[in-house]
């Protein structure tokens, strides 16, 4: 890789935060990490990791496929979907639903009994509050209406605030994740990986590579929307060049049927197509 290249991406790197899911796909490959993320999201310093996957694709052959930033199996049977978010934007309670949808369609399967499918969580960690309540996380749940109890489906969503985390563990864990620098982190395992991949030569090699990959595959994706957009547009310019060409075609048969028949003027058959004069005169000469 040239050297000019080599500085821009170092200079990328050292910018990169936990909360930015370029560097959190990196970090959260290592087990370490992703147990204590899951021990503090739950409070519970005795959970543990199952299975567990960064970038995972789940697919849907006949819809949306969606990637998600992490999903997690831990020892209580739950299935986990962690995603990282800086803006609102891409925090939408509905991308949230849909999240859920597709874990399930994923995790339950022909003859299983219904009360079998694993319970499931789908946390938004934001760096703003999206919904401007103040709160340090808000829970997601669904319940009965009418006697105001819950549904109790098992099915979870968690957004985490950023902006104002007042328990200990979760406000430490939101200061890590917004650090640019291991030495100013709160938690050693986080910190311990930032710093490899922030300061050491393999590591920083290696965040270069990651880095060059992500943007080829962005443009590569790019490139392919783009293909396929352009395609679209022709298509589309082309439906409507077939239409007018139609529509010429027929008005063309229309005033030559009147010019036949003998029975309209020149003035007669302007009104009737909104055709000019002259190019009348001159189609049908």
Known sequence: MEISKNKLYYQ???NLRLIDDTFARVVFKNKDCVELLIQILFDDEELRVIHFYTQYEFKNIGGRSI????????????????????????????RARYHESM???????????????????V?????????????????VERKIEEVNESFQDDEHIVYINGENIKEEKLGYLM??????????????????EVRHYKESEEGIQEMCEISRKIREDGEKEGISKGI??????????????????GKAK????????????????YEDISLVTGMKMTDIITLCN
Not at 103 to 121: A, L, N, T
Not at 179 to 186: I, L, R, S, T, V
Not at 229 to 245: P, V, W
Not at 250 to 265: A, D, H, L, Q, Y
Request: glycine share 8%; hydrophobic share 30%; charged share 35%.
């Open 12 to 14: 990328y790197i050292q």
């Open 67 to 94: 990637t998600v930033d992490l999903y997690v199996e831990d020892s209580k049977g739950r299935h986990i979907n962690i995603e990282f978010q800086k803006d609102k934007k891409g925090a939408s309670i509905k």
């Open 103 to 121: 874990m399930d369609g994923h995790i339950s399967f022909p003859r299983e009994k219904w009360k079998e499918i694993p319970e499931v969580y």
């Open 123 to 139: 946390f938004f960690i934001t760096e703003e509050d999206i919904f401007g309540y103040g709160k340090s996380k808000y829970k």
């Open 175 to 192: 200061h890590d994740l917004k650090c640019k620098e291991a030495k100013d982190m709160h938690y050693e395992v986080l910190a311990r």
């Open 228 to 245: 396929k957009q352009g395609m679209s547009i022709g298509m589309n310019k082309g439906r409507r060049q077939g239409i007018s060409k």
């Open 250 to 265: 027929m008005r063309k048969e229309i005033v030559e049927n009147m010019v036949k028949s003998g029975k309209f003027s």
